[in-house]
């Protein structure tokens, strides 16, 4: 399992520009919010989904404060009907805990079994998210995020999600 060390060193070696922001343990976006981190329009809401046969696994970025339509993303995808995954399957395949969901935990999934959707709203700017660990977050460039998470096999896809102002 990568840990936030371990992020920071692999962008390092990339040669990947991030700015990183230290901050309280957080674990849901309005914590995120009330910490006041700056940038915080470009922090991604990341969710862990999976079919309903649990064959199948998408970790979802979108943008802080919208909704995603189950239903229409199972059609974007494609996919079977979605739901969240439980917490056991996101520590069994990423191995990250409940409010610690991110992209990097994408890292730790050898066998390839989950999928990453970005939401397009990310795309030619810059997206923020924890590095394996929420008492911080890493801005860095979502072409770069990417690029380390298809070199590490991971199927990436990028998709216009249908948005819904959170209730």
Known sequence: MAGRSDILALLGQKGIEYREERHRAVFTMDEMEEAGIAGHGRIAKNLFLRDDRKRSYYLVSVRPGMTVDLK????????????????????????????????????SDS?????????????????????????????????????????SGTECVIAALQHEAAP
């Open 72 to 107: 229409a993303l199972r059609h974007i995808i494609p996919s079977r009907p979605l739901s969240f995954a439980s917490e056991e399957d996101l520590w069994a395949i990423l191995g990250l805990s409940k409010g610690e969901v991110t992209p990097f935990g994408l890292l």
């Open 111 to 151: 066998c390839h079994r989950a999928v990453f959707v970005m939401d397009s709203f990310f795309t030619g700017g810059i997206i923020g998210i924890h590095p394996c660990d929420n008492t911080s977050t890493v801005f860095l460039r979502s072409e770069d995020l990417l690029s380390v998470l298809r070199e």
